[in-house]
């Protein structure tokens, strides 16, 4: 007796030659609406579904394969004597293969003019349940979702290969296939942003050599809903694959960059910036950059959100760098860059932006789940406790160092002169020793700087060093039962201070 196969697929690439090699190998084909019709036209011999059940196809195509005899046909344990009585009772024949994939819900959804009615229309019913039926009978049914699985498949019934493991390892795909698509429906349809259960779905789209350390494994995955500025929609030139390490660093360097609307330049080291540059031209931005620590700089990832030409290509290519990230590069400064073998050049259009995702934290048995820290103070926000008060330069500076201490480890410190940090504390486990840190990087530089704290000064210690180094401003949460003590030395060495209402802690 002849095997048979349903085939019912949206996506109808390659379908006509897997459909000929399973006729080819004697099977028969059972078949629905587009994709009888795309086989027919290849003149493969295919049954109507409705021609199996004696049920024709009703309410718009919504009532297709929902059929006893289909689901009789794919759920029959083949050694069950009473499961084979009742088939042949009721006329019902096995069904020995799926192969479907689903209607293009993400696709319809992604439609910048789409109605919430289309959405519901490309919401499968049929196909996920007949693959279920199929992969629960994975003993001895086939089931086959992914186009990538045609060749291999149809190698292995020729080789009289596909065995039990064979058609577990395709019925787990098909559950991570139906998991995936259930996710996204329930992501479109849920407003709340904690529910009872939080379903998440990722695509892999990189196995990598290993994790943070050699012998770590790791592998990249991506959100494929994830429509901002995103690592993993950017287009890779040149250079070595991306490591675990890259993609941190690279992802911290888009979320700072993504703080700046005028030329800017990111240089990133250990996911902490090492240096950071506004101007009017992103040459001298990146100048900045690079100046605010050149020793840092080596081996960390630089991101721009202008086109790099040649004159800033020239200048990047005599550093030692990871990655390079930008909207853009001229002809002339792939050129020069590409000369060098392993540096990473990664194209990426860059938003002005804050992404509303939530952040995700593994913990031992859970996870943490958060909004992103995507809140901005202006000057409207803030208020001024202190006998002076800033300059509109120093202004300038305070929310220029208040947006990148943000995306310091705490506890953090940024110093800033002219829109470029000159220090950075980074994750000390007391401020003051943060402080330290700055200001040591700082040199001279810290004299006529401002500073910018993460989180309140408990103590006023950390005002006390900053301003003997000569820096005239600071910018800080406020909320200190002890806010007086560093209101007080701030009014005792004749400098100004800033509250945000508002802490960036980064653990």
Known sequence: ????????????????????????????????????????????????????????????????????????????????????????????????????????????????????????????????????????????????????????????????????????????KVFRHTAQYDSMIASYFTEDAFPENYTITY??????????????????????????????SAKQLHGKELSYNNIQDANAALEIIAEYGSPTAVAVKHMNPCGIGVAEGINRAFSKAYEADPVSIFGGIVACNRKIDVELATQLSGIFLEIVIAPEFTDDALAVLTKKKNIRLLELAMVNEQSTYHKLTTIKGGVLIQSNDDAEVEQKDLTFPTDKKPSEDEIKDLLFAWKAVKHVKSNAIVLAKGLQTVGVGAGQMNRVGAADIALEQAEEKAKDAVMASDAFFPMPDTVEIAAKAGITAVIQPGGSKRDQDSIDMCNKYGISMVYTGMRHFKH
């Not at 050599?209 to 690592?231: D, I, V």
Request: no cysteine; aromatic share 6%.
């Open 1 to 172: 007796m002849k095997k048979r196969a349903l085939i019912s697929v949206s996506d109808k690439d390659n379908i006509t030659n897997f459909a000929k090699g399973l006729v080819d190998l004697d099977y028969e084909i059972i078949s629905t609406g587009g994709t009888l019709n795309k086989l027919t036209e290849a003149g493969i011999q295919a049954t109507a579904v409705e021609d199996v059940t004696g049920f024709p196809e009703m309410l718009g195509g919504r009532v297709k394969t929902l059929h006893p005899i289909i689901h009789a046909g794919l759920l029959a344990k083949r050694d069950n004597a009473d499961h084979q009585k009742q088939l042949t009772e009721s006329d019902i024949d096995l069904i020995d293969m799926v192969v479907v994939n689903l209607y293009p819900f993400k696709q319809t959804f992604d439609q910048l003019d789409v109605t919430e009615e289309e959405v519901i229309e490309n919401i499968d019913v049929g196909g996920p349940t007949m693959l279920r039926a199929a992969a629960k009978s994975f003993a001895d049914v086939t089931v086959v979702v992914d186009p990538d699985d045609y060749d291999s498949t149809l190698k292995s019934i020729q080789e009289n290969r596909l065995d039990k493991t064979e058609r577990k390892k395709l019925a787990a």
């Open 203 to 232: 695509e892999k789209a990189q196995t990598l050599r290993y994790g943070e350390n050699p012998h770590q494994t790791a592998a990249f995955y991506k959100n494929p809903t994830e429509t901002a500025m995103s690592l993993a």
